[in-house]
């Protein structure tokens, strides 16, 4: 769609509108993630075999991951060897190719050809080629922070996932799959998010399932399954947009032409979080007067409890928030959501205010929003005014 040069600015918007909207609608499906418990399904030793190839396996990824990022950036910066001989050539190309390179390979290969060599026969080969990718998709958005001393060499911990690739694992009956030769099952317990129906919906070809992965937490194991949904389609108009506020009186206050919708009040959002910050305080106060008995996991029960609660609390609210925010605008045909001066507050609440940026949850919202947003084919816009 080609801009015409004539029009005027509230004709521009419009014509940037329906750009927008159409570039919405080319993409007809989307990708989410859902974190669903798996156990082996076994008995005896078979299980107890099965259970030390996964951990076995998040060793070596770990390893793995920790690896290609240090031979990336080293590879980045071979010019910067200075106190190599002058006679060392330094350009990353395929030596076959490019007389003046030192790579037999080309600089892609590099690292799944030094995974291919230290972890063969080890691990399936599938898991060390969807680990690369992921990995050096990682290494390459961050790689200019580097040079800039924005942010050091990401290192990897003990619960990186395991990735692997949707032609690996093998749909059985009973919600029972096998991945390379593994039998696992997944435990849905009460399943509040209907990750059953999500899974009734892969098998019945409805839905798709994309590369995932297994990770380990504590002392469960989870799939993050990837799954490619279609998005729905909705009556959306593209000259309409919905002006969003995000402030901490009031979450999310939303304008819809003259209306004014306000989502979450601070009593519900603030203050709430605030009393789980100052239980937490307490708990650690008083946990030097708790009885030791076992270690430190007795004496620190009281603080773990509080631990996840306010993370937890808060990402509930922020999804009710979006979600009526993203219903809001469907319902008026909203085909672009407006966040109006964002960017000022945040920089604002980085500067000046400590309490907005510790509990200024405004961030994760607008994630949140994006993902929402996108599922029914919506624009999200920060705009200054």
């Not at 925010?325 to 400590?354: P, Y």
Request: proline fraction near 2%.
């Amino acid at each position: 769609m080609t801009h015409p040069k004539w029009c005027k600015a509230s004709q521009f918007e419009r014509w940037l509108h329906a750009c927008l909207l159409e570039r919405f609608k080319k993409t007809k499906a989307m990708i989410i993630t859902r974190k669903i418990q798996i156990r082996v399904n076994a008995e005896g030793e078979e299980m107890q075999k099965q259970w030390e190839s996964i951990y076995n396996w998040s060793y070596i990824v770990r390893k793995a991951a920790n690896l290609i990022s240090s031979h990336l950036f080293t590879q980045d910066n071979i010019k910067d060897l200075f106190y190599l001989e002058d006679g060392t050539k330094k350009k990353l190309a395929n030596i076959a190719k490019d007389e003046d390179g030192i790579l037999n390979t080309s600089a892609q290969n590099t690292t799944y050809q030094l995974l291919s060599k230290h972890f063969k026969g080890q691990i399936p080969m599938d898991v060390m080629s969807c680990l690369n990718q992921s990995i050096s998709k990682t290494y390459k958005e961050e790689r200019s922070e580097y040079y800039k001393g924005d942010r050091s060499l990401r290192s990897y911990r003990k619960d990186i996932p395991i990735p692997f690739s949707a032609t690996s694992l093998k749909w059985e009956s009973d919600y029972c799959f096998s991945l390379f030769k593994m039998p696992l099952q997944f435990v849905f317990g009460r399943d509040r998010s209907n990750n059953k129906g999500m899974a009734d919906r892969i098998l019945s070809g409805e839905y798709k399932l994309c590369s995932s992965s297994i990770q380990i937490k504590g002392r469960k194991t989870f799939m993050l399954m990837c799954i490619d949904i279609p998005k729905k389609e909705f009556a959306l108009k593209a000259d309409k947009s919905i002006n969003a506020f995000l402030s901490i009186a009031n979450p999310i206050v939303a304008h819809v032409g003259e209306n004014i919708f306000e989502i979450g009040n601070k009593e519900e959002f603030l203050y709430r979080r605030l009393q789980i910050q100052a239980a937490l305080r307490r708990a650690q106060i008083n946990a030097r007067y708790s009885k030791g008995g076992k270690g430190r996991a007795r004496k620190m029960q009281s603080i773990e409890r509080f631990s996840e609660k306010e993370i937890n609390y808060v990402t509930t609210r922020i999804h009710t928030y979006t979600r009526i925010l993203v219903d809001l605008a469907v319902k008026h045909q909203c085909s672009v959501i407006n966040l109006v001066n964002q960017k000022q507050k945040e920089s604002d609440a980085k500067d000046d205010e400590e309490f907005l940026l510790r509990n200024w949850s405004y961030y994760g919202m607008k994630e949140k929003l994006k993902y929402k947003a996108g599922m029914a084919g919506i624009v999200i816009k920060e705009i200054e005014i």
